[in-house]
């Protein structure tokens, strides 16, 4: 039978498609580009703080998040990171849980219209200490708009099952 690393097979021209890359495959300096990317709008920029229950003026009002921006309204930071969190979820698909956020850095701006890529590098990775079916990734992730200038980066760290184990396998991810 024919290895893909996105399926698993399970019988003679029958696959089951993975979710994200196993623990037990990945070693550190392996590079995952994740995409597809994000088109961020401040629209929806100001929808999400809203929800969020984050009414500062700098993310609500038009002007003084144009004012604080420049002559243009800025994405909330917290959203960009939360974009990326969820498309580096997907990627290591079995997160149990954070353990870490560090060195996170705005490096600039992502105006409406940005067009923002992510991509994660493999620090570490560990064994868990007292979860025999789990695992520790440490993880350099980093958001690149389309014009290539770096827009965030941070590490971190994440508890992850390990290959076959926990219960995506008992529910049928394999």
Same mark, same amino acid.
């Given at each position: 039978m024919a290895k893909?690393?996105?399926?698993?097979a399970i019988g003679e021209n029958?696959?089951?498609e993975t979710l994200?890359?196993?623990f037990d495959d990945?070693?550190?300096?392996?590079?995952?580009?994740h995409r !597809?990317?994000? *088109?961020?709008?401040? =629209?929806? %920029?100001?929808y999400r703080a809203a929800l969020a229950g984050?009414?500062? !003026?700098?993310? *609500?009002?038009?002007? =003084?998040? %144009?004012?604080a921006g420049g002559g243009q309204a800025a994405i909330s930071q917290s959203w960009l990171v939360g974009a990326f969190a969820a498309t580096t979820t997907?990627?290591?698909?079995r997160v149990v849980a954070n353990l870490a956020w560090e060195n996170v850095v705005f490096e600039n701006p992502i105006r409406d219209g940005d067009m923002v890529f992510a991509e994660s590098r493999i620090l570490d990775k560990r064994e868990s200490k007292s979860r025999p079916d789990q695992g520790v990734?440490?993880?350099a992730t980093r958001g690149v708009a389309r014009g290539g200038h770096e827009v965030c980066r941070y590490d971190r760290k994440l508890l992850v099952y390990r290959s076959a184990q926990g219960p995506h396998k008992a529910a049928g991810y394999v």
């Open positions: 893909y690393l996105s399926h698993i029958e696959y089951v994200g890359v196993e990945v070693q550190p300096g392996l590079v995952i580009e !597809p990317g994000f *088109m961020f709008s401040w =629209v929806e %920029a100001r984050d009414h500062a !003026p700098v993310l *609500m009002d038009p002007v =003084v998040a %144009a004012y997907r990627a290591f698909g990734l440490h993880i």
